[in-house]
């Protein structure tokens, strides 16, 4: 049996990164035949691939880190730029939205009325479900951190409670914004209010139900018993993407719903 | 930027249960999980509830600006005249309220 000289993971050949390439082409390409030609086949079969890529890379991930025991300390490493790359970028992303929300914002044209909020909006009360939203978000960021030291600290049992309390958190907050967004006296298409609100807070509300599934699947994990209190990076990852997705929420709560109400 | 006394003392806490090696950082952050976060969420339920008893349920009267509702593309479903999330209580369509609306 060959021994590798070194402590980096040299992967064995996968074929996830081609089926999420064409799933990804298959669900881009599958929108435009939709709204066009009003076929949701291809945009269907794009997402079917692309959430089996998911399982199954991750899956494969899983099996190579924790029951291989290939991600060693530099490796670990290497998994953590990766991730901090990541959230670097989603960060750069919401930039964007918030940077079309303050350009139409801060100098509103004739046709909106010369004012902010547009003439004939009538915008949510930031102190009724937004502030619960803000406290649920803010609660579930030290539900986690509370996860996170039990982890360390091999208590087993409050590190699945306090997982457990972080997602059901993450989703009342989807469950109170899917209500927010029916009741909302205002639509996407009401002009750039709409765009801007629908666009930033729905990306987010994505940014939400991903992040508490990452939670979900590391709940999982650790009922399995794979994080020991030296080694969880799952967790960290999960971790870090939570805290994140909070702390975009706080930036729109403050600009969107209360700046710009 | 000045801090308040509170803040000072809760920072030194927060910066003491941060600690991975400190013994009961764990006991710290769940203590603040049902003692500040959790109350703080209750709090803000209570709250909604009772500025929801207190709104009125009338919609302002409908007004067609030309800059809302927009319809340049009709949208993929349905008629393509209602957005994903349309509430006949309280969104109109470019023509006005759908139901007769109190």
């Known amino acids: ?16 990164p081609l089926t999420g390439a064409v799933g990804a082409l298959l669900m881009t390409s599958g929108l435009a035949i939709w709204f066009h030609f009003h076929s949701m086949t291809l945009m269907t079969l794009g997402l079917i691939l692309l959430l089996l890529t998911m399982y199954q890379w991750w899956r494969d991930i899983i099996r190579e880190g924790t029951f291989q025991g290939h991600h060693t300390p ?11 790359l990541f959230i670097t970028s989603e960060v750069f992303f919401f930039l964007g939205f918030f940077w079309a929300f303050y350009h139409s914002s801060l100098a509103p044209t004739p046709e909106l009325g010369g004012c902010w909020p547009p003439t004939g ?6 102190f009724e479900v ?12 030290v539900t986690v951190t509370w996860a996170h030291h039990s982890i360390m600290e091999g208590e087993r049992k409050q590190t699945i ?4 309390l972080t997602i059901i958190l993450g989703l009342y907050f989807t469950a109170l914004q899917a209500m927010e967004y029916y009741e909302a006296p205002f639509t996407i298409a009401d002009g750039v209010y709409g765009s801007t609100f629908f666009v930033a807070t729905g990306f987010h509300g994505l940014h939400v139900i991903i992040g508490s599934t990452f939670l979900a699947v590391c709940f999982l994990r650790q009922i399995q018993y794979h994080f020991t209190s030296e080694h969880h990076f799952g967790f960290e990852a999960a971790a870090w993407y939570w805290h994140f997705v909070d ?7 403050v600009s969107i719903y209360w700046w710009g109400s | 930027m000045a801090m308040s006394p509170t803040a000072m003392v809760a920072r030194r806490a927060l910066a003491a249960a941060s600690q991975g090696s400190h013994e009961g950082g764990a006991r710290t952050w769940k203590i603040l999980s049902f003692v ?7 709090v803000c339920m209570a709250n909604v509830y009772m500025k929801m008893q207190a709104h009125s349920h009338e919609n ?18 349905g008629d393509g005249n209602h957005s994903l999330f349309h509430n006949s209580h309280t969104n109109a369509l470019p023509t006005g309220y759908e139901d007769s609306h109190h």
């Not at chain 1, 530099?74 to 901090?84: A, E, S, T």
């Not at chain 1, 409670?161 to 457990?164: D, E, F, G, V």
């Open chain 2, 60 to 77: 302002p009267e409908f007004v067609p600006y030309p800059h809302l509702r927009i319809r340049t593309k009709p949208w993929p479903w």
């Open chain 1, 74 to 84: 530099p490796v670990q490493k290497g998994l953590r730029y990766g991730m901090i």
């Open chain 1, 121 to 126: 909006i009538t915008t949510l009360d930031p």
């Open chain 1, 161 to 164: 409670q306090s997982l457990a």
């Open chain 2, 36 to 42: 500040l976060a959790l109350p703080g969420v209750s």
């Open chain 1, 247 to 253: 702390v975009v929420w706080l930036f729109l709560y």
């Open chain 1, 1 to 16: 049996m060959a021994h590798q000289a070194h402590a980096y993971h040299m992967v064995d050949p996968s074929p996830w």
């Open chain 1, 130 to 141: 937004p502030l619960l939203n803000t406290a649920v978000l803010l609660a579930s960021g």
